[in-house]
């Protein structure tokens, strides 16, 4: 079960691009007291006419509906031991020691592997104004650089170009490095297409994270990426019948409901466009058009729904996530047998020449001398 999101971003779908103009086809503003017009402008002046020369395209947002759970995160094998890196278009590592605390090592490890990134070319930004230095080696090759002596943090990034444009990938160290196990911090991600209505305009997007590498439920939970609780909320059908009273006052705001002893629920308001009641902690409002919508608080993932074991994705069952379907069009036709058949169609004869003539020689009848 997939749901696919196609999204048109052109001129005749975004509201914001309609700019007014006179009569000239000059813009104007709302001071502007001649006669004006509306026109649609390209993706060109949309991407450039922002603040600064930047997009007018901010704030955009695209409801999800994620229908998943946890279970259907796929089917999972032991480990093989082969350690290596898939489907990694751009990105490093980076080490250092407390005997040289001021020096770092960076290793590229893009898939070397991958015909397509033959084209690219890999420069390393340190992140202290120093001139932009090419890596052509793959790990376990790598580069190092010498920082200045003191106390202070620098951004590393690993710039690939490509003939369809450019990603980089930055993440932050320390200087000087003081800690024997190195805490990798989150990876920023950014690729600007080199063509194109989106041409040069970066998109960024932090992927690489910790939850990718510690396998213990206390780096897992929900807490960890987000404050809880957190407020989630979406469409449902009413559930306003199960609070229903008996008596002449079908609905009454402020009564509970009391279910096996327990309180399941009650109505907390009511108002000419809608009702609000709450279900087990989830409050509901249903508007007088038939919309109901929902919130409620969650943890997201807590200890309690996680347990640690190791797991590893087998290859062959890549993007499954259905448990496997037999099919199968061999059947074995054992025909219908009545124990009665043939006495009941005893009755259906009179004398032997029927006998010998029913249904085609139905009954073997032997001539003996």
């Given at each position: 079960?997939?749901?696919?999101?196609?999204?048109i971003?052109?001129?005749?779908?975004?509201?914001?691009?309609?700019?007014t103009?006179?009569?000239q086809?000059?813009?104007?503003?709302?001071?502007?007291?001649?006669?004006t017009?509306?026109i649609?402008?390209?993706?060109?002046?949309?991407?450039?006419?922002?603040?600064?020369?930047?997009s007018?395209?901010?704030?955009i947002?695209?409801p999800l509906?994620?229908?998943?759970?946890a279970?259907?995160v796929?089917?999972y094998?032991?480990?093989?031991?082969?350690?290596l890196?898939k489907?990694?278009?751009?990105?490093?590592?980076?080490?250092?020691?407390?005997?040289?605390p001021?020096?770092?090592?960076?290793?590229?490890?893009?898939?070397?592997?991958?015909?397509?990134?033959?084209?690219?070319?890999?420069?390393v930004?340190?992140?202290?104004g120093t001139?932009?230095?090419t890596?052509?080696?793959?790990?376990?090759?790598?580069?190092?650089?010498t920082y200045?002596?003191?106390?202070?943090q620098?951004t590393?990034?690993?710039e690939?170009?490509?003939?369809?444009?450019?990603t980089?990938?930055?993440?932050?160290?320390t200087?000087?490095?003081?800690?024997?196990?190195?805490n990798?911090?989150?990876?920023?991600?950014?690729?600007?297409?080199?063509?194109?209505?989106?041409?040069?305009?970066?998109?960024?997007y932090?992927?690489?994270?910790s939850g990718?590498?510690?396998?213990v439920v206390?780096a897992?939970t929900?807490?960890?990426?987000?404050?809880?609780p957190?407020?989630?909320?979406?469409?449902?059908k009413?559930?306003?019948n199960?609070?229903a009273?008996?008596g002449?006052l079908?609905f009454?705001?402020g009564?509970?409901?009391?279910?096996?002893?327990q309180i399941?629920?009650?109505?907390?308001?009511t108002?000419?466009?809608f009702?609000?009641?709450?279900?087990?902690?989830?409050?509901?409002y249903?508007?007088?058009?038939?919309?109901?919508?929902f919130?409620?608080?969650s943890?997201?993932?807590?200890e309690?729904?996680?347990?640690?074991?190791?797991?590893t994705k087998?290859?062959?069952?890549?993007?499954?996530?259905?448990?496997?379907?037999?099919?199968?069009?061999?059947?074995?036709?054992r025909?219908?047998?009545s124990?009665?058949?043939?006495?009941?169609?005893?009755?259906e004869?009179?004398?032997?020449g029927d006998?010998?003539?029913?249904g085609?020689?139905?009954?073997?009848?032997e001539?003996?001398?």
């Amino acid at each position: 079960m997939e749901d696919f999101y196609n999204v048109i971003i052109s001129p005749e779908t975004i509201r914001g691009d309609i700019f007014t103009v006179n009569l000239q086809g000059e813009n104007v503003d709302s001071t502007y007291t001649g006669e004006t017009t509306g026109i649609y402008s390209g993706m060109t002046q949309v991407l450039t006419s922002g603040a600064n020369g930047g997009s007018l395209l901010v704030g955009i947002t695209i409801p999800l509906l994620f229908r998943q759970t946890a279970v259907d995160v796929g089917y999972y094998s032991p480990f093989d031991g082969a350690v290596l890196q898939k489907d990694v278009v751009a990105n490093f590592i980076f080490s250092s020691t407390t005997a040289n605390p001021y020096v770092y090592n960076v290793y590229n490890t893009s898939n070397e592997f991958q015909k397509f990134l033959d084209l690219s070319s890999y420069k390393v930004n340190w992140g202290d104004g120093t001139p932009l230095q090419t890596i052509s080696a793959y790990t376990p090759n790598s580069i190092s650089h010498t920082y200045p002596v003191a106390s202070s943090q620098y951004t590393i990034t690993l710039e690939q170009t490509n003939p369809w444009g450019i990603t980089r990938v930055s993440k932050t160290i320390t200087t000087p490095f003081t800690d024997v196990v190195i805490n990798n911090p989150n990876g920023e991600a950014f690729f600007i297409p080199a063509g194109g209505n989106w041409f040069e305009t970066p998109i960024s997007y932090d992927y690489i994270f910790s939850g990718d590498a510690v396998n213990v439920v206390s780096a897992q939970t929900s807490n960890n990426f987000t404050t809880v609780p957190f407020t989630v909320s979406g469409l449902t059908k009413s559930k306003l019948n199960e609070l229903a009273l008996y008596g002449p006052l079908k609905f009454q705001v402020g009564v509970p409901v009391i279910k096996n002893g327990q309180i399941w629920g009650a109505i907390t308001n009511t108002a000419t466009t809608f009702t609000a009641y709450t279900i087990n902690l989830v409050d509901y409002y249903d508007y007088v058009d038939g919309t109901t919508i929902f919130f409620e608080q969650s943890s997201g993932f807590t200890e309690n729904n996680l347990t640690q074991r190791p797991i590893t994705k087998d290859e062959v069952l890549l993007k499954v996530i259905d448990q496997p379907q037999i099919q199968t069009n061999v059947f074995v036709e054992r025909g219908k047998n009545s124990a009665y058949e043939r006495i009941q169609r005893m009755g259906e004869v009179d004398n032997l020449g029927d006998m010998i003539n029913y249904g085609y020689g139905f009954f073997n009848v032997e001539k003996k001398n």
